[in-house]
């Protein structure tokens, strides 16, 4: 039958017709302009009209949803502490490279100081991914939820600064709690793990030191006991007084080349005689064994 499916759609568009006055009358004034009757025309249980009414209604947003970056300040004693350093990881992993930083260099030395003196976005190039705020070592720069940024001049008004792009750590709060309470957490523990780390530095220093000693002073003791025996053997002996022989042959000062090569060639040979009692030694020490 020809019309057939015109006939369908006709009957939806008149279901749809009637229930939303009868979704209306069920509902009264919380149906339109209310999270609740947003709630409801976006469920499944809904019947009759289930449009938004925007701009007046606004769907919420989900809060993974991403749109252009923001920095964010934290307020200590009534000011603004930024938590970018300008270290310049957003700009380098960002795919349009929209993102371009100036950074703070201290007037006196010129060297650099962790601080952005300025900060540019063109969101007019800003494909929303977040790789910056997934990047940011500091969780300096996040994704925001303002997407009404409709302008005439776009030169003029869509190349955001430092100014625009900051807003307090509150405000990300607001739109991102689980994600603030999640990074906040970490944030705690390391600061605990570092002032632990600080206290008992503090308190095992002395310790440490004590036993550093005391494992020093073990060591002395056992290369006293291990020459020792060494040193009373004949061989040692005949070593010990060879070179001492040699030395006061060398603070002889011989007046010629062939009494130094002497003395020289007479130092060597106290010191080949010492090793070789000293092997004898250990070898003796562990035949003992």
Not at 153 to 175: C, G, M, T, V, W
Not at 208 to 231: F, I, L, V
Request: net charge positive; proline share 6%; charged share 30%.
């Amino acid at each position: 039958m020809y019309g057939k499916g015109i006939w369908e759609g006709l009957k939806v568009t008149l279901k749809h017709f009637i229930m939303s006055y009868v979704d209306d009358f069920r509902w009264g004034r919380k149906r339109y302009y209310t999270p609740e009757g947003i709630a409801h025309r976006r469920s499944p249980d809904t019947a009759g009209i289930f449009t938004v009414q925007y701009p007046d209604e606004k769907l919420p947003v989900p809060e993974e949803f991403r749109f252009i970056p923001f920095l964010i300040y934290d307020e200590v004693d009534g000011q603004q502490k930024d938590r970018c350093t300008s270290c310049g990881i957003c700009a380098k992993v960002c795919p349009p490279q929209c993102i371009w930083i100036v950074q703070t260099n201290d007037p006196e030395t010129g060297r650099p100081i962790p601080e952005p003196q300025e900060f540019f976005i063109d969101i007019d190039i800003c494909m929303n991914c977040g790789f910056c705020a997934e990047f940011c070592p500091f969780d300096a720069i996040k994704m925001d939820h303002d997407y009404e940024l409709s302008v005439y001049d776009r030169h003029e008004n869509n190349i955001f600064n430092k100014a625009r792009l900051s807003k307090p750590a509150s405000y990300y709060a607001s739109i991102r709690p689980t994600n603030y309470e999640r990074e906040e957490a970490i944030r705690r523990e390391k600061e605990a793990k570092k002032a632990a780390r600080k206290g008992g530095g503090a308190r095992g220093g002395g310790a440490r030191a004590r036993r550093a000693a005391g494992k020093g002073a073990a060591r002395g003791r056992a290369a006293q006991a291990q020459a020792k025996p060494a040193a009373e053997t004949p061989a040692a002996q005949d070593a010990a007084a060879q070179a001492a022989a040699a030395t006061e042959a060398a603070k002889g000062k011989p007046s010629s080349s062939e009494e130094a090569r002497k003395a020289r060639l007479a130092r060597a040979r106290a010191r080949q005689a010492a090793r070789r009692a000293q092997q004898q030694s250990d070898q003796d020490e562990g035949g003992g064994e």
